[in-house]
């Protein structure tokens, strides 16, 4: 090599220092030791980048083979073509590209036969930076060569380095994103960002909110810690011994930024939701500019995963809590349940338990004042119960119990409710019932649990205010036929296997047949009839009635049409209604449409309602009433002497006709016998008022005998006519007043 202009390649003593900087890898691969040592002397000294060269020397590509493989940091390989072999040099270079996957190490070929690798065809075919033969590198044209090489590395290195560490991050971010706690986020923060600087996982992290007020150590907490300070981890900050971390981490959440100084560094990742979180890490030197573009990039992630992880906390407890109370939701409860479960809880117990009466107090005294009762019933089973009793509010006035038998007792918990609650300065005397389920012994999840507590809970209602039930088997067995026999029910709608029969009315005084009764039957596919009281009750729960009530009226309509075609004039149908209809907003235009759509004479149209129906919703159900007679539609009291209306009331009704129920009629032997009966007191009642009366489940004749004496004006029952389908009604009504035949 010659000698020119030394001073552009040596550096002053002030560059010399700069030698304590991790220096750029060169190997030199030549199997001539002179050409180690003029390279090494014609670089001696030298920086690039501000940073100092390091020699490693191979003289055979297998031994470049061994030191690539113990150094991955090398940046520039200044490479002998012709070695061992002619084509050593080339073969390397392959290796590097192909097999160690190494793109970032820039290879500068140099030979000495220049015949032996043409530059163009090595060019072309090779994956190399330049190519020089030995002769025309001088100094200053090494320096260059390798200081443009050198650069290419440094700015290969930075962009894959920022990739590795882009796909770091969003390898984090998605691993962060799946966490569901704050403590475990944090935790796995402290990894991910220490993964992406490559340093042990050393450090802790604190958190606050922008708008708690003035910050301090020692209402802060430590959510998560590692390495050293994994002793801190829950404990307040003012617990930190060190007092410059405890400052930068203050420092950090007071002023809103990240801090670098020198080997400590505490990030700062905060959202839009106003949660804040300041990360402390050891770092064994002031991160990069590399490093401070990713940490910039990993915050502004972490940001985003932090309002996830923030909103995702305001989700559940929305998901999990119950508003008004702030106690475990049913969602919750059932969770809870399915988790003791699993965790072999046999000796737990669920207790559902319901205010008695809540609702009548709700309507009488307001729902503020309601409310205000359902705060302190949460407030004293909170402050009662024992720690390891989850009290949780299922919905209404029904709350959920869960805990140890031993420390749930269903007396204990009804004692409770001896001591009067205070409410608006005023003393509330409250009951409660229960229904109990033993984990231990009745399977199930946690929803069924649920269930099969309010089975026990309403069985517990029914017994009276104050009562507890414990669930068994068969109160399951109840509401799965019921749900049996709810799905049949649909089905027998879908597939017209509901028919209507129809019992003939009769006048007392001179036995002429003056209408009927419809009334709804069902036979399961099997043939075998369903009794009307185990199905009806069922349709008005599930809401069935509303449709199946709208057919038994269109189809009593037509077949009072029928028979008045037939020469029946003057029937009357009578239809019964339940409350779901007279609720149904659409009742009055269905029942309007039924009587133009089939032309039957309002007149000769009867709806039948219960006492206990008028008496559930007197204002609603008199409004109704009045609606329904200005179509000139009759109305009957069904079962009249079973509820507790009032005469002034009665009066208010405005109906047609008093039914007796056929419980009064069924001790009924003599007329003789009936002074002071109900049945007497009723009929008294309809005359004293204008209104016609009518007993039902008449059997005897003694009983029409007795009736008749008494002033009744109507009959139906066993003694004249069993219920019958249409085809049958015709025949009999034949057979007694002689028409002609009815056509069907």
Known sequence: MVEERDEILFCSDEEDRLDAQPGWKVLIVDDEEDVHQSTVFALRGLSIAGRPLDFLHAHSAAEARRLLAAHTDIAVILLDVVMEQVNAGLELVRHIRDELGQQEIRIVLRTGQPGYAPEMEVVRDYDIND?????????????????????????????????????????????????????????????????????????LIITSRQDSGPIDAASLRVVAAA?????????????????????????????????????????????????????????????????????????????????????????????????????????????????????????????????????????????????????????????????????????????????????????????????????????????ASQGCVPLGEVPGDGADTVKNAAIALKRAKASGSGSYCFYDREMGTEVQERVRLLRNLRSAVQHDRLFLCYQPQIDLADGRIVGAEALLRWKAE???????????????????????????????????????????GGFRMAVNVSLAQFRH????????????????????????????????????????IRDVKSLGVGVAVDDFGTGFSSLSYLQQLDVDRLKIDRGFIHGMRTADRVGGSIAQTVIQLGHNLGLKVIAEGVETQAQADALRALGCHEAQGFLFARPMESAALATWLAARQGPRPLAH
């Open 227 to 431: 390495g050293r300070y994994r002793g801190l981890l829950n404990q307040p900050l003012d617990r930190l011994a060190d007092g410059e971390v405890r400052s930068m981490l203050l420092k950090s959440l007071s002023d809103e930024t990240s801090l670098f100084n020198g080997t400590r560094t505490v990030l700062l990742l905060g959202g839009r939701s106003g949660m804040m979180m300041a990360a402390y890490l050891d770092t064994d030197a002031p991160p990069s500019p590399t490093d401070r573009q990713l940490i910039d990039v990993f915050c502004t992630n972490m940001a985003v995963c932090l309002d996830n992880l923030d909103l995702l906390a305001q989700l559940n407890a929305s998901a999990f809590v119950d508003p008004q109370l702030r106690l475990p939701n049913r969602t919750r409860l059932v969770q809870e349940i399915d988790h003791r479960r699993r965790q072999g809880g046999d000796d737990e117990l669920l207790i559902l338990l319901n205010l008695d009466h809540f609702s009548e107090t709700n309507e009488a005294l307001g729902h503020p004042y309601g409310d205000r009762i359902l705060r302190a019933v949460a407030d004293r089973l909170r402050e009662r119960c024992a720690r390891q009793v989850m009290v949780a509010r299922v919905h209404g006035d029904t709350f959920g119990l869960l805990g140890p038998r031993a420390l749930l007792n269903p007396d204990e918990i009804a004692r409770l409710f001896d001591e009067p609650f205070e409410i608006d300065l005023t003393e509330q005397m409250l009951s």
């Open 131 to 203: 190519y020089k033969t030995k002769s025309e590198l001088t100094r200053i044209k090494l320096y260059t060569t390798l200081t443009a090489a050198i650069r290419s590395y440094n700015q290969l290195h930075i962009i894959a380095a920022s990739r590795r560490g882009l796909d770091l991050i969003v390898q984090g971010s998605a691993r962060l994103m799946a966490e569901r706690g704050l403590s475990d986020f944090a935790a796995g923060v402290i990894t991910q960002i220490t993964g992406l600087l490559g340093l042990p996982p050393e450090g």
């Open 526 to 568: 099997s043939g075998e009839p369903i009794p009307p009281d185990r199905f009806i009750a069922i349709a008005e729960y599930s809401g069935l009635i509303v449709d199946i009530g709208q057919w038994v009226l269109r189809n009593a309509c037509h077949r009072q049409i029928a028979l008045t075609q037939a020469g029946f």
């Open 585 to 624: 907003p659409r009742f009055l235009e269905t029942l309007r449409t039924a009587i133009a759509d089939t032309g039957i004479d309002p007149a000769l149209l009867e709806l039948e309602i219960t006492e206990s129906m008028a008496m559930l919703e007197p204002d609603h159900v008199t409004g109704v």
